[in-house]
């Protein structure tokens, strides 16, 4: 496993990190949204969202006084689906498989 993906399995691995992504399905939020969903401190909650930054599972931007957090869901995809893939190969054929007769192409 490379060095870049570990991280995201390291920022998978929190619960707290895991729900703030869940937190972000929906679009982006404000991190004192973010923060006020949760029972635990701003600043921890300002770490786990660094930590998700870091591992490239999550971007920012400013606007105005406030950090605006949007998931990256294309990252937390291509490692989770990668690892999936070298793991369980077969297990990506009958998705697919089961895929393509869902859609009508059948194989």
């Not at 029972?39 to 300002?46: D, K, L, N, W």
């Not at 950090?67 to 990256?72: F, K, Q, R």
């Amino acid at each position: 496993m490379l060095a870049d993906e570990v991280s995201v399995f390291r920022a998978l691995a929190d619960a707290t990190r895991r729900q703030i992504l869940q937190e972000l399905r929906g679009g982006e939020l404000p991190a004192g949204e973010i923060a006020s969903r949760f029972p635990i401190t701003g600043p921890s909650v300002s770490r786990h969202l660094s930590i998700l930054k870091n591992a490239g599972l999550v971007t920012d931007r400013k606007d105005a006084n406030r950090v605006l957090y949007t998931m990256a869901g294309d990252r937390l995809a291509a490692c989770v689906g990668g690892f999936l893939s070298a793991v369980c190969p077969e297990q990506v054929v009958l998705r697919r498989r089961r895929g393509g007769q869902a859609a009508g192409t059948g194989s």
